[in-house]
Each structure stands twice: as C-alpha cells, then as structure tokens.
C-alpha cells in the first residue's frame, strides 16, 4: 500500500488530471469548481460547486475524483457538492479560458462578467475563437451543453460555442 500524503497541494496536483466531460480540455481546476480540499486522518474530503445546478456532468466529475484518489491511496475519499455561492465564470482560471480558445471555443468575456453580475445585460462582440474576428452573430442562446451559446462568425463562416457567464 502507497503511503497517504495529506499534503493540500499533491492532491490538488492530482486533480488537475480529472478533466470536464463536457469540455476535456479543462481539468475541474480550470474551471474553478474546486473550493476546498480537506484531509483529517484518513479521510480526504474534496468540495464542489457545479458550474450549473443540475449540471449532469457532476456525477462522472465526482466519479472521476473518487477513482484517482483512490488509485493514489486515499482510501476514504469523500466529494461534497456546495451550491452557495453558486458558481461564476469569475472562478474560472486564465489559463483555462486561454484552453478554451485554443479548443474552439469562445471564452467569457469581462464585460459579459461584470453585466452578469450586476444584473442588467449588455451586448459585447464575440470574438471567433478560429480567426479572431468580432464580426459575429448569436444564432442560439444554447449550444452544445447548457453553460454554452451557439455563434457564427460572419468572417470565416464558422459556428461556434460560446462558454456563457453567470
């Protein structure tokens, strides 16, 4: 049997490998759904906040959590679900946008941020995450999973997902 480390960082390192179902090219860190991680004797407890309630992703998520741990030798691994305060797209990490792009898909915006948060909704251009335009167009509030709106590039043509803030 490995020896337990209940060292904070190792195992944050080690959940930087479980990455989001709906878009792997994010580990569950980039997207900021990682509130605490907590170690008391043998029991390692990680908290999570879903990116939406209800979001069916979480499940494989704390799945995924579960099975590396343990491979890892923490055997009483336990994944508590928080939704006050409800996710933002403020937690999501720089590098994990800057993934985003590079996937094909159009980041949060600041300005999108900070309407949200101030509830009232103001237009900000798109930027294509293809050819960097911001001659673009939403075609529906819902792309390809919930958190996602659909938009078309009126420069290369090309559709796209937007990754939506809240």
């Known amino acids: ?3 337990v ?7 944050l390192a080690l959940l930087e490998q479980v990455n989001d179902p709906e878009v792997p090219v994010l580990s569950i860190l980039d997207l900021g759904i990682v509130r605490e ?5 043998a029991v390692t407890e990680v908290i999570i906040t879903p990116t939406y309630s209800g979001c069916p992703a979480m499940d ?3 799945t995924q959590i579960r099975i590396l741990l343990a491979a890892h030798g923490y055997e009483d691994v336990r994944v ?11 937690w999501m990490s720089q590098k994990g946008k800057e993934k985003l792009e590079a996937f094909g898909i159009a980041p949060p915006t600041p300005l999108q941020q900070v309407c949200h948060t101030r ?34 590039c009126e420069d290369c043509k090309e559709p796209f997902d937007y990754f939506k803030c809240h």
Do not use: N, Q
């Open 80 to 90: 508590t679900t928080v939704l006050s305060p409800a996710w933002t797209t403020d």
């Open 119 to 152: 509830l009232f909704h103001r237009e900000e251009a798109i930027r294509c995450p293809r050819c960097h335009s911001y001659h673009t167009s939403l075609i529906s509030e819902f792309g390809s999973t919930a958190c996602k709106a659909l938009y078309r």
């Open 37 to 41: 991680v907590r170690t008391d004797g």
């Open 5 to 11: 480390a209940t060292d904070k960082i190792a195992i």
């Open 1 to 3: 049997m490995r020896m």
């Open 60 to 62: 494989v998520i704390k």
